[in-house]
């Protein structure tokens, strides 16, 4: 079984920064990958970044280039460096773990960039 707890959401400007984390705990087995997702009010779940045990690293169309994700297996830590923020990214952020065992899923953090 594997957890995860996401934090590091909150309320920031237009152009501001934030930086996700999430602590994952429980075993990983390789291969795997560790992603973020999110969901804004009304719309589908959406890809905003992956990154896989090998190394490739994948974003979602409208946030390359503003943000970066990265992971620290040893520490078993995902992280999400979000730049230039956009009103269009206020969601909750989810992290999300699939590995040869099953997919498991955070519980959510909210980012709502707003002036």
């Known amino acids: 079984q594997v957890q995860l707890v996401e934090s590091g959401g909150g309320l920031v400007q237009p152009g501001g920064s934030l930086r996700l984390s999430c602590a994952a705990s429980?075993?990983?087995?390789?291969?795997?990958?560790m992603a973020w997702y999110r969901q804004a009010p009304g719309k589908e779940r959406e890809l905003v970044a992956i990154r896989t045990s090998s190394g490739t690293t994948n974003y979602g169309d409208s946030v390359k280039g503003r943000f970066t994700i990265s992971r620290d297996s040893a520490k078993k830590m995902l992280y999400l460096q979000m730049n230039n923020l956009e009103p269009e990214d206020t969601a909750v952020y989810y992290c999300?773990?699939?590995?040869?065992?099953?997919?498991?899923w955070g519980q959510g953090t909210q980012v709502t960039v707003s002036s």
């Open positions: 999300r773990v699939q590995h040869p065992r099953g997919i498991y």
């Open positions: 429980g075993s990983i087995f390789s291969p795997n990958n």
